[in-house]
Every structure is written in structure tokens, then in C-alpha cells.
């Protein structure tokens, strides 16, 4: 019991800092919120940290509980995806530019490969065109066709990011409804109770929404450069990653006996407080990472900030060199970010009947 006791003075501290750090970054983005469409996102971004911090320290403290608290932590994961995707789409100008985009590459790849074709044979036709248009899944999906991404991957894309977003909620209710009358039985992959078909729909779920988001990354890789995004998607991918892998972890020490209850408590209880100690000590340190992946830049500074990293013609340069940056007060931007209408917005669109039968035609 000292080492649980022990355990729960530090989470609480990690939790403070953590939280402390986030806060103090999220207020700077509030006070130079100069790009709303970019920093809405950042903002939803860095809010995962107390939310994770605070949810695991919840658990800690009320473990009969824990099963809600996670569900309210794996919505937001979820949501956190779909913000990333968001995120990047407006690196790249927003929607209408990046479908601009994505045609204006499909036109250059065909009118390139008809160009060629006049000049080399079939073969060699094929080789080049593999090398240089055509888009080619990676493991475990290499074995479906290469293709030209065009702006229909892009809706293809946000379809299957969104999907976790509205299935991570369902699943989750579900499973408190379930372990309410003792069918979910966390833990044990039973084929007779709950937890192992909600662990195989939310795996198949989560990883086709990381799968298509690093798909989309790959494409646009060249044109996001500028804005350096691994280090931010790193930041994303290794709090899913860390908690997904150290559940199963978790669930082999349980199942081959190498963790034991621990007084009063389960050992199912016990398993899901050591993962919930891990993830505050991880949200402490993620919570310091931000401060340089998700960097301020001052009002005074963005002008610069904006000419160095857009691809501007010299009207647009003289211009921006000449733009004042509009301050919004704090309550404004808050509204702002609060606001969900995009995230209904692009559900609506994406899985409206008539772009679904466009994206299977």
C-alpha cells in the first residue's frame, strides 16, 4: 500500500506540471492567435495533455470508475486524430487549395506520362511511371494497386480518419453499458463476453485512421515540409502508441500472473492504475515537448514568420510584408476553438449518400 500511496503522490505532481505547462502554452496561443485555421487545431492538440493527465489521475484516485474516465480519455484520442488531419489540410491552404492541388498533380502526371510515352517504350513506360506518379500503400496494405492521388483521396482520406471519430464514442458507451451487467469483462479476451469484439472493432478502427494518416502525409510530404510536421505528428502518433502497446502489455502481465490484486483491488484494477501512472509520467514529459513543437510565434513576428514559409507570388509578398496582424481578444479565439461546427461540417460532407457513391464510382 506505500508503494501505491507513493505512486499517487508523484502522479498528482507529474499531473500538476503537466498541466501547468500546457495551460501557460495554450494561454500564448490564445494571446498571438494570428492563424486561427492553424491554431484552432494546435490548441484542441495541446488540450489532450491535461485532459489525459487529469482523466488518469481520476482513475487513480477513483478506481471503480476507471472504465468511464477511459472512455472520456479515448473519445478525445480519437478527436485528436481527426484534429491532426485538420491541422495539416490547413498547412496546405485549406480544402479548396489542397483539392487545387491534388489535381493540379494528377493533370502534371498524366500530361508528364503522355509525353513520355511518345519516347519510350512500354516497358520503360512503366518503370518511370512507377517511380514517379504513382502513389504506392505500405505494409500491411502493399498489396493493393499503387494509384495517382487526386482530390477524391483526399475525401477517401478524411472519410477514414473521421470514421474513428464517431466509432471510438460508440464503442466506449458500449462497453459501460456492458460491463454494467458484467458481460464486458475487461481484460479477457472471452469469445462469450464484450472486451474482445470491442478490442478487435476499435484496433480495426484506430489503425485504418493512422493508416490513411500517415498515407496522407506521404503524399503531401514535399509540400508540407516547410511547416516540419513529424516532430508534431510524432508528438500525436506516440501517445496512442504508448497507450495501445502498454494496455496489451498490461493484459499479458495479468493473463500469465505476473501482476497480482493488491488488497481490496482486482487484479484488473491494479493493471489499469499502473497504465494510468505511466501515462501522467508521460503526459509530464509530452507536456514539455510541446513547448517546442508547438511553439509560439509572437504578433509581432508572425509577418516574418508568414513570408519565409508561404509560397507567395511578389504581389502577395508585398502585401503580407505590409499586413498588420489582427489581435482578437482572448474570449474571442476561446469561442473560436470551442466551436465544432468544421468537425460536423466535414462529417456531413463525408459521409453524405451522394459523395459516398462518388468515392466508390
Known amino acids: 500500500m506505500l508503494f501505491l500511496d507513493l505512486s499517487l503522490i508523484i502522479a498528482e505532481i507529474l499531473t500538476l506540471l503537466a498541466c501547468f505547462f500546457s495551460f501557460m502554452l495554450i494561454v ?44 472520456i480519455k479515448d473519445c478525445y484520442e480519437a478527436y485528436v486524430l481527426y484534429c491532426f488531419f485538420a491541422l495539416l489540410v490547413g498547412y496546405l491552404g485549406g480544402r479548396s487549395k489542397l483539392e487545387e492541388l491534388l489535381d493540379y498533380k494528377d493533370a502534371q502526371a498524366h500530361a508528364q506520362f503522355q509525353s513520355e510515352q511518345q519516347e519510350l517504350n512500354t516497358n520503360q513506360i512503366k518503370l518511370i511511371s512507377s517511380q514517379n506518379y504513382l502513389q504506392h500503400h505500405f505494409f500491411p496494405l502493399c498489396c493493393l494497386s499503387p494509384f495517382i492521388p487526386n482530390k ?128 501522467c509520467v508521460e503526459m509530464f514529459i509530452l507536456s514539455i515537448l510541446h513547448n517546442f513543437v508547438f511553439a509560439v510565434i509572437p504578433s509581432n513576428e508572425y509577418s516574418q514568420f508568414k513570408n519565409l514559409q508561404s509560397l507567395c507570388d511578389l504581389e502577395d509578398f508585398r502585401a503580407l510584408c505590409n499586413e498588420e496582424v489582427k489581435v482578437n481578444p482572448i474570449l474571442s479565439n476561446i469561442k473560436d476553438i470551442v466551436n465544432q461546427s468544421d468537425v460536423i461540417q466535414d462529417t456531413k460532407e463525408v459521409f453524405r449518400p451522394s459523395i459516398i457513391r462518388e468515392k466508390l464510382s
Open 152 to 279: 477524391n483521396f483526399f475525401r477517401i482520406c478524411k472519410a477514414l480518419i473521421l470514421q474513428f471519430v464517431l466509432i471510438k464514442p460508440i464503442t466506449a458507451l458500449l462497453a459501460i453499458i456492458l460491463d454494467h451487467f458484467n458481460l464486458y469483462d475487461e481484460g479477457h479476451y472471452h469469445t462469450n463476453r464484450g472486451y474482445l469484439y470491442i478490442t478487435i472493432i476499435e484496433n480495426i478502427s484506430v489503425s485504418l485512421s493512422l493508416y490513411f494518416l500517415i498515407l496522407f502525409y506521404q503524399v503531401t510530404q514535399k509540400d508540407l515540409a516547410p511547416f516540419k510536421p513529424v516532430p508534431k505528428f510524432l508528438c500525436v502518433k506516440t501517445i496512442v502508441f504508448f497507450c495501445f502497446w502498454q494496455g496489451v502489455l498490461l493484459d499479458l502481465l495479468v493473463k500469465f500472473n505476473l501482476l497480482k490484486p493488491e488488497g481490496e483491488f482486482t487484479v484488473q484494477i491494479v493493471a489499469s492504475s499502473v497504465q494510468d501512472f505511466l501515462i
Open 28 to 71: 500564448q496561443h490564445l494571446k498571438n492567435y494570428n492563424d486561427p485555421p492553424i491554431q484552432r487545431y494546435v490548441v484542441r492538440i495541446l488540450w489532450m495533455v491535461p485532459i489525459y493527465a487529469i482523466d488518469s489521475l481520476l482513475s487513480l484516485n477513483y478506481k471503480r470508475y476507471s472504465l468511464f474516465f477511459d472512455m
